[in-house]
């Protein structure tokens, strides 16, 4: 008995709760032109709080949902005795109409603390002809509006009168009044090829930012980019603007390097942010803006020619070099690293590695690099060579430079290391290794004057002379014979792994090239080839490759590589250089699909050609 009292009594006032909400839908207007927008709003209010649920739109036909947006009211009032409150809130929707006829607005659901409420469908007339929206009206009457709408006059009278003037180009907001604005700073809007320039993204707003919605990044076309700060969160900082106090918060800041001269554009950022507007009485509604920010046109001006070193690979800016044997001894035959760093404020990344000149008995045997931007605008680029001495001694090496460009001189300069020095101990690879002469020929061996022979050869002359009864000559030749096949073999056993690791080093070079023309970064592409062209060359010929031209690699490559690979080789390093340099209106034909694919394909042959040939 006492749960069906108490499942009446819920029940009642259930009932008693639901008949306090009113959920209704309304439109503006009603008769309206074919592309004309109207505002539909469902408003929901109760006399005590409730929770409300998103409505549930059904299928507009007829309509393009163009913007969204709520609102919250709260009144009170002291009535008979009793303080009553009433909570109303509003969802606007924006519809834009798309076709003519008698369109239908469907019921909306609306779900209020459980209970599944539904509006009229609402019928629009749409013709052929835009009509005059009528005066603005709300769905339910807003007693601060008119002190809003009072002070919003009041401000715009005031900023008339005290507004700064504002250069049309400076990136920053012409309206104070505006929700938010998007605005991109460059730190120069002049800058040779290969200059680094920093760019940066910010948002700025006088209310509170609810979200973010990035519609489109800038595609930054004609320029290098690399990612220096991506945010993943709106950190704001307080910032005056023209005397205003304003929120401002960094989106993505990028390091641009212009690849041609000419005219380059930093095109726009644009995002959509739901902004909660100031008012007198804190923040008000939520409303949703798109915004773009201003595009930056930059002037880039080309490296000079007549001056340009041999050797500049295209490092523009401002960098320092070190080098350093790790560790600063070692032992024959052993390998040694040589840590060769470049960094400072520039692209490291188009820096390739310094010809070395290192002595004769040092073999280079490996390398491999690693390169990398930072937050604080510069960047590195780190070399590991393995090299492995052959003799021991004291070396000198001659410091390790590079050529650069220093834009703010517009001068060209080298940036080099402090001499190196390599202390290797141990004996030469070459060397024979002496034994001690076997009882009964150790005095006569020792007595005479010059190099002692191995005593193996010694036992091998004696056992023929006594075999034969030949001269001694026989036994000169028998060692002659022996120390050339021994020299012949130790020969080829070091060509082998040099020929093995070039090739490696190539297939590595090669594997880069293919994932620039996948990601059709041509100009990456076009100077990755033609720095594997100069350094297998450059190790084939001995002259190192980075400062030489391609005359002088095959003049001192082999016979056998120039006069079979030279003119293939040239061809491909014209095209090569022109994916490089050669402005974009003229290397179309060079970057269709099939042209690359026969480019890269003819690169990898005549490069493992050239090491099959090859004699080191």
């Known amino acids: 008995m006492k749960s069906w009292l108490f499942a009446i009594l819920f029940f009642a006032l259930t009932v008693n709760a639901a008949e306090d909400v009113q959920v209704t839908a309304t ?4 008769q309206v032109g074919l592309g004309d927008v109207i505002n539909l709003t469902i408003a929901v209010s109760a006399k005590q709080t409730i929770q409300i649920d998103q409505p549930r739109l059904g299928q507009l036909d007829g309509f393009d949902l163009i913007n969204t947006s709520t609102g919250i009211e709260t009144r009170s009032s002291f009535v008979n005795g009793q303080f009553i409150t009433e909570q109303s809130r509003n969802f606007n929707y924006m519809l834009k109409t798309n076709r003519q006829g008698q369109l239908t607005i469907p ?5 209020v603390d459980g209970t599944v409420f539904k509006t009229d469908p609402i019928t629009v007339s749409v013709s052929g002809e835009r009509k005059a929206p009528p005066q603005a009206r709300r769905a339910v009457p807003d007693p601060f509006q008119e002190l809003d709408d009072m002070e919003e006059l009041f401000n715009q009278m005031i900023q008339r009168r005290l507004r700064p003037h504002v250069p049309p180009d ?11 604005f998007i605005s991109a700073v460059a730190d120069k809007t002049k800058a040779y090829v290969g200059e680094q320039i920093v760019v940066s993204f910010y948002l700025y707003t006088r209310g509170q930012i609810r979200d973010i919605d990035t519609l489109k990044y800038p595609d930054l076309k004609g320029f290098w980019k690399e990612d220096l700060e991506m945010a993943t969160r709106l950190n704001f900082e307080q910032v005056v603007v023209n005397g205003l106090a304003w929120q401002r918060a960094l989106l993505v800041k990028y390091a641009l390097f212009p690849i041609k001269p000419g005219k380059a554009t930093i095109d726009s950022y644009k995002a959509k942010c739901t902004v909660l507007t100031p008012s007198s009485f804190g923040f008000g509604r939520p409303y949703q803006f798109t915004k773009a920010s201003k595009p930056i046109q930059i002037e880039v001006l080309d490296v000079p020619n007549d001056s340009r070193p041999a050797n500049f ?4 800016g401002q960098f320092r070099l070190k080098a350093q044997f790790e560790p600063p001894t070692g032992a024959t035959n052993q390998p040694v690293t040589l840590r060769i760093r470049v960094d400072g404020l520039g692209n490291a990344k188009l820096i390739e590695l310094p010809k070395l000149d290192l002595p004769p008995s040092f073999e280079l045997y490996d390398q491999k690099s690693n390169a990398k931007f930072l937050r604080d605008s510069t960047s590195f680029k780190e070399f590991e060579v393995l090299i492995i001495p052959r003799e021991p001694g004291v070396f000198d090496v001659p410091p390790v430079s590079i050529a650069t460009f220093d834009p703010e001189t517009k001068k060209f300069a080298d940036v080099s290391s402090q001499p190196l020095k390599l202390t290797v101990t141990g004996t030469a690879s070459a060397a024979p290794l002496a034994q001690n002469p076997p009882s009964g020929h150790g005095q006569s061996a020792s007595s005479a004057s010059g190099p002692e022979l191995p005593a193996l050869s010694l036992e091998m002359g004696d056992s023929i002379m006594a075999r034969t009864g030949q001269p001694l000559v026989t036994v000169v030749l028998y060692i002659a014979v022996f120390g050339f096949l021994a020299q012949q073999s130790f020969t080829r056993l070091r060509r082998k792994p ?6 490696m080093i190539l297939g590595q070079r090669i594997r880069r090239v293919r994932d620039f023309a996948k990601q059709k970064e041509w100009r990456r592409m076009g100077v990755e080839m033609t720095n594997a062209v100069s350094f297998i060359l450059g190790q084939i010929s001995g ?9 002088k690699l095959l003049e001192a490559a082999p016979p056998s590589v120039r006069n079979e690979l030279a003119s293939d080789l ?5 095209q090569c250089e022109a994916l490089s340099f050669a402005p974009e209106n003229l290397i179309g034909e060079l970057t269709k699909p099939e042209n690359v694919t026969r480019l890269i394909d003819k690169f990898e042959k005549l490069l493992f050609r050239a090491i099959e040939l090859s004699e080191i």
């Open 27 to 30: 439109v503006d207007r009603n």
């Open 107 to 111: 019921s909306v659901s609306v779900v």
């Open 170 to 180: 400076s990136g920053v907001a012409v309206n104070p009044n505006e929700a938010f």
């Open 313 to 316: 690979t295209g490092a523009v």
């Open 498 to 503: 040099k020929k093995a690791n070039l090739g």
């Open 543 to 551: 002259l190192g490759g980075a400062n030489q031209d391609l005359e």
């Open 570 to 574: 040239k061809d491909v390093l014209a």
